[in-house]
């Protein structure tokens, strides 16, 4: 969603939406990225074997946001694009969650940006490289280094 959002405030273009009110589990990539460096970690550890299963990486917010509260979110942050929404939308399911219990618990990976911030710095990011594409390194930088900042408190 978060691109037809970026292709629809930089061509000007109508945003089509399916099912505004359904629930997704929203983050960040760097939430993976350092999910995966965690699991990577373990298995280069002693014993390997601790993290030699399926993970479940997901947001940790307990408040489920909305296809709507992303869009108004993102509107907040750069700008709000048209909107349509589908009369006869395909058959979707209206929440998606994940439970990272089980990553938070035994490999202590906790996301340091809720929901509120993740879709602040996306769309900061895609406002900033819209406006300026040889940006793309500095801008990325910044949220990392701020992303790792948010890791060690």
């Given at each position: 969603m978060?691109?037809?959002?970026?292709?629809a405030?930089?061509?000007?273009?109508a945003?089509?939406f399916?099912?505004?009110?359904?629930?997704?589990?929203?983050?960040?990539?760097l939430?993976?990225?350092?999910?995966?460096?965690?699991?990577?970690?373990?298995?280069?550890?002693k014993d390997?074997?601790?993290?030699?299963?399926?993970?479940?990486?997901?947001?940790?917010?307990p408040?489920q946001?909305?296809?709507?509260?992303?869009?108004?979110?993102?509107?907040q942050?750069?700008?709000?694009?048209?909107?349509e929404?589908?009369?006869?939308?395909l058959?979707e399911?209206q929440?998606?969650?994940l439970?990272?219990s089980l990553?938070r618990?035994?490999?202590?990976?906790?996301?340091?940006?809720?929901?509120?911030?993740v879709?602040?710095?996306?769309a900061?990011?895609y406002?900033?490289?819209?406006?300026?594409?040889d940006?793309?390194?500095?801008?990325?930088?910044?949220q990392i280094?701020a992303?790792?900042e948010?890791?060690?408190?």
């Amino acid at each position: 969603m978060i691109p037809d959002f970026v292709r629809a405030v930089v061509t000007g273009n109508a945003l089509t939406f399916r099912y505004p009110g359904a629930t997704r589990p929203w983050q960040h990539v760097l939430a993976l990225v350092y999910g995966y460096l965690v699991i990577l970690a373990g298995l280069l550890a002693k014993d390997p074997r601790k993290v030699i299963q399926a993970w479940n990486l997901g947001p940790q917010d307990p408040k489920q946001y909305s296809v709507r509260d992303v869009l108004e979110l993102m509107s907040q942050h750069w700008q709000r694009p048209s909107l349509e929404y589908m009369d006869d939308p395909l058959p979707e399911a209206q929440a998606l969650a994940l439970d990272s219990s089980l990553a938070r618990n035994r490999l202590g990976w906790i996301p340091p940006w809720n929901t509120e911030r993740v879709i602040k710095e996306t769309a900061a990011w895609y406002r900033d490289y819209c406006s300026d594409p040889d940006s793309a390194r500095p801008i990325t930088m910044n949220q990392i280094n701020a992303w790792r900042e948010g890791i060690g408190r």
